[in-house]
């Protein structure tokens, strides 16, 4: 499987937008999960929002709901993540993740669930 490749990472101030973009050939060509997961330094990484692939679920954590929005672009091979009013605790390392099941809401928060990681993009919010 090809490497899931992230971009759109940056500086931002406090109520910012920014979209983060996750190449991804290949793992649209079939119906899996796909998602996005961030760390920062010192904590565990946490599941932020995932979808499957053929539209039916998305999840969101609670601390990101109606402010990202998880999307693709199934032609382009793309996943994105548009995140709006940034806070400073959204700060950290995003990383795309994909795996080749359908999600699920009991287990899209695991981190042992995924099959594959991007390197990650930094996101850093300023208060």
């Known amino acids: 499987q090809a490497q899931l490749i992230e971009s759109g990472g940056g500086s931002v101030p406090f109520g910012g937008s920014l979209t983060l973009s996750c190449s991804a050939p290949g793992y649209f060509e079939k119906n899996g999960c796909m998602g996005w997961w961030r760390q920062t330094p010192g904590k565990n990484r946490e599941a932020v929002a995932a979808r499957d692939t053929d539209y039916i679920r998305t999840f969101y954590t609670d601390s990101v709901k109606g402010r990202f929005t998880i999307s693709q672009d199934t032609a382009k091979a793309m996943l994105y993540l548009q995140m709006n009013s940034l806070k400073p605790e959204d700060s950290a390392t995003y990383y795309c993740?994909?795996?080749?099941?359908?999600?699920?809401?009991?287990?899209?928060?695991?981190?042992?669930?995924?099959?594959?990681w991007g390197q990650g993009t930094q996101v850093t919010v300023s208060s």
């Open positions: 993740v994909a795996d080749p099941r359908d999600c699920y809401s009991g287990s899209w928060k695991r981190e042992d669930v995924w099959m594959h």
